[in-house]
């Protein structure tokens, strides 16, 4: 594998500068030099060849959108545009999912899955739910209302955000960073 110099570095900066300014060029070579990543990406997150054509296109059109605001101190520019393609690719699977729109279903959903389980259940799924319950409880609550919202519910990031009342980063963050906790956590239960 080829690391990648400055050089190649300076190139791709000068490509989405390009993109910034509208060059049909720059944004040819762009989509040229990247679209082999991106569409590799999407499939791996859609698992559908057919939709990952459509997140790789979004992808792009994202990028040509966002070109102005792009800063190569932040990132080289294919972490950049791979990291729009897995937030694509993300928002399409998630789409696709049927989700209750109802906002009382999603709160009857925050209620059972946010409070102790039902003592009349199975025992296998009584515990399962209690392992789930208990991981929810030990992150913070609005990083465990995040998740629910997102991952049982079917809610996009901007869906939580509405929700929540609170600004699109942030629930992103509450959901990325409550799914992280939740693996630490099972990861932890299987050492022991």
């Not at 060059?23 to 679209?35: N, S």
């Amino acid at each position: 594998m080829q690391l990648s110099t400055y050089a190649d570095r300076a190139d791709d900066a000068a490509l989405v500068a390009g993109l910034a300014v509208d060059d049909p060029p720059a944004a040819t070579a762009f989509v040229r030099r990247f679209q082999g990543q991106v569409f590799g990406l999407a499939l791996a997150v859609t698992r559908d060849s057919s939709l990952a054509e459509d997140v790789a296109q979004e992808a792009f059109v994202r990028a040509w959108r966002a070109a102005t605001t792009y800063d190569s101190r932040r990132g080289s520019v294919v972490t950049w545009i791979l990291t729009i393609t897995r937030n694509a690719a993300i928002d399409a699977v998630r789409s696709r999912r049927s989700t209750p729109t109802d906002q009382e279903q999603l709160d009857q959903l925050l209620h059972d899955t946010m409070t102790a389980p039902d003592p009349a259940e199975a025992a296998l799924r009584r515990l399962e739910r209690d392992h789930a319950v208990h991981r929810l409880t030990a992150i913070p609550r609005e990083q465990a209302r995040a998740v629910v919202l997102a991952v049982i519910g079917g809610c996009t990031a901007a869906e939580v955000s509405q929700r929540e009342g609170i600004p699109l980063g942030t629930a992103k963050t509450r959901i990325r960073s409550g799914l992280r906790r939740l693996r630490q956590a099972m990861q932890e239960e299987r050492h022991d």
